[in-house]
């Protein structure tokens, strides 16, 4: 028998990039989690949020949104889009 830990499966990258795009920690925290890199998505998503919170005290509201909330999506797209295609190598030359 083996653990949910022990089993290394793929993550569609069509899923983790959805659950990227939605400017929300919770939903970018998923996918963090399914490619086992929570550690890393809470400190990319910890300093997204003091950066956009900069953002917004120096540019006032309607405007400084416009520029924080393609950072509060885009940073996080990219490492998910990267990691979730390592950890779906990884799980090949576990078990290719």
């Not at 400017?23 to 890199?37: D, E």
Request: proline fraction near 4%.
């Amino acid at each position: 028998m083996s653990s949910s830990k022990d089993n290394h499966e793929k993550v569609r990258l069509r899923s983790q990039l959805i659950l990227a795009l939605i400017p929300s920690f919770i939903s970018q925290m998923i996918a963090f989690y399914r490619i086992r890199k929570v550690l890393y998505g809470i400190i990319i998503e910890v300093a997204i949020f003091f950066i956009a919170l900069v953002i917004n005290l120096v540019i006032s509201w309607p405007i400084g949104m416009v520029f924080a909330l393609p950072i509060t999506v885009g940073i996080p797209v990219y490492y998910i889009r990267k990691w979730t295609m390592e950890f779906n190598r990884a799980d090949q030359g576990m078990f290719g």
